[in-house]
T-cell receptor
């Protein structure tokens, strides 16, 4: 069984400060990791996925298999980054299996 | 493309009543997923459907819950004889294909309150 842990319910940073949202996972096979974001009054949307290895809105995340982590980072927080962030895992299985396992989420609050 | 649509957005039921939640996937998407979010918890997978087929229902409670995705019309998540513990946000997502690598697009959710 897979599990995703986000240890912080709330993370408060000042504008311009670095941000790191923690995500650890447990899964015996090969996982695909995602970060989803939910802005106020909006639906959940994909922010980035580890296989893309891209930076979205200044955010990056690197899959560390040794530490089983997929932390989300941004060097300088912006006010518009305030949102709920969910880390999610999907097994890479041949032949199907597309369900996502989510962490409990971290509320990021960027203060002026 | 209007995105994934869910209705109703809010649903109030008394204990023992039935709840029907609807999900219309994005145009061109033939795969639907239902997730439930209890208060203070993350989204938890319930069921994965393709048109007229249930592919994976490993997250679905064995009793009172059922889901369908007919050839025509929206996917329906049905909860019979609701109890207070069913109060949650229910999210639907859709993808064009079910194989790995396809993004799931989420609807706005239906918030069910059981009195």
């Amino acid at each position: 069984a897979q599990r995703v842990t986000q240890p912080e319910k709330l993370l408060s940073v000042f504008k311009g400060a670095p941000v790191e949202l923690k995500c650890n996972y447990s899964y015996s096979g090969s996982p695909e990791l995602f970060w989803y974001v939910q802005y106020s009054r909006q639906r959940l949307q994909l922010l980035l996925r580890h296989i893309s290895r891209e930076s979205i809105k200044g955010f990056t995340a690197d899959l560390n298999k040794g530490e089983t982590s997929f932390h989300l980072k941004k060097p300088f927080a912006q006010e518009e980054d305030s949102a709920m962030y969910y880390c999610a895992l999907k097994p890479i299985l041949t032949g199907g299996g597309n369900k996502l396992t989510f962490g409990t989420g971290t509320q990021l609050k960027v203060e002026l | 493309n209007a995105g994934v649509m869910q209705n109703p957005r809010h649903l109030v039921r008394r204990r023992g009543q039935e709840a029907r939640l609807r999900c219309s996937p994005m145009k061109g998407h033939s795969h639907v997923y239902w997730y439930r979010q209890l208060p203070e918890e993350g989204l938890k997978f319930m069921v994965y459907l393709q048109k007229e087929n249930i592919i994976d229902e490993s997250g679905m409670p064995k009793e009172r819950f059922s889901a369908e995705f007919p050839k025509e019309g929206p996917s329906i998540l049905r909860i019979q004889q609701v109890v207070r513990g069913d109060s949650a946000a229910y999210f639907c997502a859709s993808s064009p294909l079910g194989l790995g690598g396809n993004e799931q697009f989420f609807g706005p959710g239906t918030r069910l309150t059981v009195l």
